[in-house]
């Protein structure tokens, strides 16, 4: 708490005087129990700030700003009402001694900045200041100290932290290791070190698999935690809510219905309590996997709801094109009395953009401002540029960054410019794109749009040099890939991807397809493959994409007539698009395919989203 010497602090001092006589003592200490009891219950009932600060003047009043239990329990009670700078404030004084400071007093007001907000740098602070004035720490001083540099994301802090766990013989708790994973897990870097910690632990409990698992989900390594949770599974340790929670986003991450479902099941059948945040994450879980339907069920199952219920449906139904049942979403929501918040509008202007509901949109950017006085943020822009675009309106979209009160942001360039190479404006894009490596020239999507643009105009010369730019400058492009639920495992695939052990029977699958995809009236857009090669390689090129492979696998390996789930890291290409409509014709498959943008249910050869995505 070194740059914090010379603030305030608080004052913990306890007064001492000579007693005149023993029954003047008796009697003084009698009245300064009574006077303390009461203050304790007072500051217990305490529920608003106004209430603090008239117990603050009572503990003034009757002297009691040297009681150390008064003192620890208004830092609690402030901490619970968000108040914790006004204690701080209040009680830290420049001639404060620090003598009677003890470990659970710097306990509680650690914690209490380690939960807030934006002050959890100041819990180290006073950690620091702790240990300057001699005051050891104990084994419940360490949960809260390394939850504070898990919220600052500060690996080098925390590795400091980590020594002094070490140093003081607290690194055999649980509960200190358990907090250390949890820290490890939260800061950039350090998800390897977690997981060399949690190895290591002689025992666990489910706070430790939670802290695990979490981490990895945090850091987008689902696989790595759904298979920490089978291996939770087989240890016979019954998961908690909080590990649910975590698996859950781990099955929104990979799109695994199924393993959702398990989920789900297990929550039933264990009676796992369900409280509004599981809910939540349930409905989240199936609205992403691409069951929208079953999210809307449990949703109107959940016995309370919040405004992150509300949202979590109307962004899935957006995901999935429903944008009228998303706007007809909302209504409800209004006239249930809950309000709605910047995210709320955001997944509203999606749904709007999804389902090319241009009028809308602009009703309800409108209504945000006017009616709520929500300021648009540069999420909100976004969605009503991608609206824009998607609906072919480039000039107007264009217009509105160009007036737009904030400073427009690289994915609203990359919008434009994904129009501009859809409608043909070759010369705008080139623009819009050498801007862009001109803010942000370490960005691969940058080089990668303008190479395509230059490969659209077949200036083959520049399109090479911008890919030997790229290879100087060490940036790759994101490889395009799909993943596959099936049964108990993921499979993974990328374009002209030959790891898998069945990769001949795919290609064979694959070339089956294709026969009978041109037989039914298929013909490969080949303007989609941007090298300068043949037709028949173009072809070639196109028939070796993710998606396909993956629905190649899908079809060898699971029942005649039942559906097939895919999620693909990209936006899916016209070509792989016009395709798998052919292939839910030919195949009588349903398809649902999650990428990058949006939900595609594929049946009878149309796609839900009419081709608009």
Not at 155 to 172: C, T
């Amino acid at each position: 708490m070194q740059q914090h010497a010379n603030k305030s602090r608080l004052l913990r001092t306890i007064t001492t005087r000579r007693p005149l006589s023993s029954t003047n003592t008796n009697a003084n200490t009698k009245s300064n129990r009574a006077a303390e009891q009461n203050c304790l219950s007072l500051l217990q009932c305490c529920t608003s700030l106004s209430s603090l600060h008239q117990l603050h003047a009572h503990i003034l009043k009757f002297g009691l700003q040297n009681n150390p239990l008064v003192l620890t329990k208004f830092i609690s009670t402030s901490s619970h009402l968000n108040a914790i700078n006004y204690a701080s404030s209040s009680f830290f004084t420049s001639d404060a001694g620090t003598h009677r400071y003890d470990t659970f007093f710097f306990n509680t007001l650690i914690r209490a900045y380690a939960q807030t907000n934006d002050s959890k740098h100041k819990a180290l602070d006073i950690y620091g200041f702790m240990l300057q004035n001699g005051v050891l720490p104990n084994k419940f001083t360490y949960p809260f100290v390394l939850k504070a540099c898990a919220g600052l994301g500060d690996l080098s802090l925390g590795q400091q932290v980590h020594g002094s766990v070490f140093k003081f013989g607290f690194d055999n708790d649980i509960h200190v290791q358990n907090t250390m994973v949890h820290m490890y897990g939260g800061c950039s870097g350090g998800i390897g070190i977690a997981r060399e910690l949690f190895d290591g632990m002689p025992e666990y409990d489910s706070v430790s698999w939670s802290a695990m698992i979490g981490g990895y989900v945090r850091f987008g390594q689902s696989s790595d935690a759904v298979e920490l949770f089978r291996r939770m599974q087989i240890s016979g340790l019954r998961p908690d809510e909080v590990t649910m929670i975590s698996v859950l986003s781990a099955c929104t991450d990979l799109g695994a219905l199924e393993l959702g479902k398990w989920v789900e099941s297990y929550v039933e059948r264990e009676r796992v309590q369900k409280s509004v945040e599981l809910c939540n994450a349930l409905v989240d879980m199936f609205a992403k996997c691409g069951d929208v339907d079953k999210a809307l069920r449990v949703f109107r199952g959940m016995p309370e709801r919040n405004v992150v219920s509300w949202t979590s449906v109307i962004v899935g139904l957006a995901m999935h094109g429903r944008g009228v049942e998303a706007i007809s979403l909302f209504e409800e929501m209004e006239g249930a009395g809950v309000l709605p918040d910047h995210v709320v509008f955001i997944g509203l202007l999606t749904a709007c953009s999804h389902a090319g509901l241009v009028e809308e949109g602009r009703h309800y950017f409108n209504s945000m401002v006017k009616e709520y006085d929500i300021v648009p943020k540069i999420e909100h822009y976004g969605c009503m540029v991608d609206m824009l675009c998607r609906a072919g309106l480039v000039k107007e979209a264009v217009r509105l960054v160009e007036t737009m009160p904030i400073e427009p942001n690289p994915i609203i360039w990359r919008t434009l410019l994904t129009a501009c190479r859809a409608q043909g404006d070759l010369q705008l894009g080139e623009s819009i794109t050498r801007r862009l490596m001109g803010d942000d020239p370490m960005h691969e999507s940058n080089y990668v749009l303008l190479s395509n643009i230059y490969a659209k105009l077949s200036n083959w010369d520049k399109k090479y040099r911008i890919r030997e730019v790229m290879e100087k400058k060490g940036i790759k492009k994101t490889p395009g890939g799909t993943m596959l639920e099936l049964g108990n495992e993921i499979y993974e695939f990328v374009a002209g991807d030959k790891t898998h052990k069945q990769y001949k029977d795919i290609y064979e699958m694959l070339d089956e397809m294709g026969r009978e995809m041109k037989k039914a009236g298929y013909v490969p857009t080949t303007s989609e493959v941007l090298l300068d090669i043949d037709e028949e390689d173009k072809e070639d090129a196109l028939n070796r994409h993710s998606e396909k492979l993956a629905i190649a696998f899908a079809l060898l390996r699971t029942p005649p007539g039942s559906p097939i789930r895919i999620v693909k890291n990209l936006r899916v290409c016209s070509d792989c698009h016009e395709a798998i409509k052919f292939v839910s014709k030919i195949y009588h498959r349903e398809i649902v395919m999650r990428d990058r943008n949006r939900f595609h249910h594929f049946k009878d050869g149309v796609c839900s989203c009419k081709d608009f995505w």
